[in-house]
């Protein structure tokens, strides 16, 4: 198991979505259509740098058919 301890839910989520993304083949370009983003916003999400609100993480998981259960199911998100 990682040890995310020092890294925030900020950088986790950033950390979840690259490897998703990167999983399924998309440049941010491209995944930022399929979510109807901006790619200037998902590559600050996925730098850690963006608060990134409940309906947009809905975007996102439904841009990678998936729930949102789903998407924070790693153990990135597991308090140790």
Do not use: H, P, W
């Not at 979505?17 to 790619?39: M, P, T, V």
């Amino acid at each position: 198991m990682c040890n995310f301890v020092l890294v925030d839910i900020k950088e986790k989520i950033g950390i979840r979505l690259r490897e998703l993304r990167k999983l399924k083949g998309l440049s941010q370009e491209k995944f930022a259509f399929e979510c109807e983003l901006d790619r200037t916003y998902i590559a600050s999400i996925e730098q850690g740098k963006r608060n990134v609100s409940i309906v947009n993480i809905e975007k996102i998981a439904k841009a990678l058919n998936m729930s949102v259960y789903d998407f924070f199911k790693t153990d990135i998100f597991e308090n140790d």
